[in-house]
């Protein structure tokens, strides 16, 4: 089946940048996601792109596709510690249920 | 963005009782809905698609009769965990999916559930 990879772990320092990396093997995948999970809480959407477009950006967040290498990131900048949190890469084809990563733990050092 | 509502958040239970878990999608009609469950330092694991009015679909390995699903109305899909053990004790989320092309899912809250 389809698969969705991630680092699992990420530490950064207050005020830098952060990147989250996300690679999938779906040549078909149309939408691809971001959702951000903290303790206890269930998922939270952060930010999602269509497989048309090369970038998006919301405020501190960046999101970079690479439809050649089925690669995605997300970037954070100027990270706070309220950013600590997992956070969940996911893509679909459009007809099918998401397929998530596995989640990167982000660590912020103050 | 849209809002999907989840209850209760947190239950504890004997083992052999039945839990019934709402999931309600506040401001939109969702058709579909989705329950995942999630163990701890995991990622998220689709249980089945509830579909409103018709029999949900269940992924491979998950036991229709133990976790039963109905979808009765346009923005209320339920999960009872029938005759729970400690085995069932997760984290179970559910989610729908809105937007014009209905690719756009939020989730709930999510539900704490403990089988003593």
């Known amino acids: 089946g389809e698969d969705v990879e991630q680092s699992l772990f990420l530490s950064v320092r207050e005020g830098d940048s952060s990147v989250i990396n996300c690679t999938y093997t779906?040549?078909?995948?149309?939408?691809l996601y971001w959702y951000k999970q903290e303790p206890g809480a269930g998922l939270q959407l952060l930010t999602y792109?269509?497989?048309?477009?090369d970038m998006k950006q919301d405020q501190r967040l960046t999101v970079l596709l690479n439809k050649k290498d089925k690669h995605l990131s997300l970037r954070i900048a100027d990270t706070q510690t309220g950013d600590s949190a997992i956070y969940f890469c996911?893509?679909?084809?459009?007809?099918?249920?998401?397929?998530f990563g596995k989640g990167t733990r982000l660590s912020v050092i103050a | 963005g849209a809002v999907v509502s989840q209850h209760p958040s947190r239950v504890i239970c004997k083992s052999g009782t039945s839990v019934k878990i709402e999931c309600r999608s506040l401001d939109f009609q969702a058709t579909t809905m989705f329950w995942y469950r999630q163990f701890p330092k995991k990622s998220l694991m689709l249980m089945a698609t509830s579909n409103e009015g018709s029999k949900a679909t269940y992924e491979q390995g998950v036991e229709k009769d133990k976790f039963l699903i109905n979808h009765a109305s346009l923005t209320l899909s339920t999960l009872t965990v029938t005759s729970a053990h400690p085995e069932d004790s997760s984290f179970y989320i559910c989610s729908a999916p809105t937007g014009r092309t209905k690719n756009i899912q939020y989730f709930g809250a999510g539900t704490r559930l403990s089988v003593l």
């Open positions: 996911a893509e679909t084809d459009g007809n099918t249920p998401l397929v």
């Open positions: 779906d040549s078909s995948s149309t939408y």
């Open positions: 792109i269509f497989s048309n477009m």
